[in-house]
Every structure is written in C-alpha cells, then in structure tokens.
Nanobody
C-alpha cells in the first residue's frame, strides 16, 4: 500500500505558475499526475518512470515539467503559463509496475492521492 499526499494547489491568473508536490509513503516505480475538470473524466497530464523518463499529454508539453526526488519520496509538477482549461483537481498517482514509458491511463495506477485544487482565472 502507498499513501500519497498532494499540496501546492491554489488560484492563479492565466499565465501564472504553480508547483504541485506529492509526498509518497514509499518510492514506487511509476508515478504521475492526473487532472479532473468539473463535469469531465480524469485525464492524464504527465508521468515519470523509475529511471526518470517522462511523458506528457500534448496540451501541456513545453509548459509543465514533472520531476521527482527519490531521496524525499516526493513527486513534483511545475506548471507554467497556466490556462483556464487547466482548472481542476489534480491527483498524484503511483504504481509498483514497471513500464517502458509510464502510461497516462488511469487504470494503470492503483494508488491515488486525495487531490489538490487548481483554479486558473481568465
């Protein structure tokens, strides 16, 4: 079992930045961030595998950066140039499974945090 605790959400104007953090109870092989906008399904935003290879959904490429500090069992998501469509609850996810590239499908991750809210004003 892995516990995940997110922090760093908040309200920001379009064009602003936020940095999300997720502290895990132990290190896992693959981790990621998902977003759920109001009235929509959860969608993958970014993922990182055990050796640090990253995957991003197209709309955030060049603006978001996922990283991890294994010594602190902490996952980060640096979000720059935020847009109003980035509003939603952001969830940290983890799995002990090993992939060639950490997936962005929700079914691949058995462990989920409670989420942290991000609101981007226009």
């Amino acid at each position: 079992q892995v516990q995940l605790v997110e922090s760093g959400g908040g309200s920001v104007q379009a064009g602003g930045s936020l940095r999300l953090s997720c502290v895990a109870s132990r290190n896992t092989n693959s981790m990621g961030w998902f977003r759920q906008a109001p009235g929509k399904e959860r969608e993958g935003v970014a993922s990182i595998d055990i050796i640090g290879r990253t995957t991003y959904v197209d709309p955030v490429k060049g603006r978001f950066t996922i990283s991890k500090d294994s010594a602190k069992s902490t996952l980060y998501l640096q979000m720059n140039s935020l847009k109003p469509e980035g509003t939603g609850m952001y969830f940290c996810v983890a799995t002990g499974a090993t992939y060639a590239a950490a997936p962005l499908s929700p079914g691949a991750y058995p462990y989920w945090g409670q989420g942290t809210q991000v609101t981007v004003g226009s």
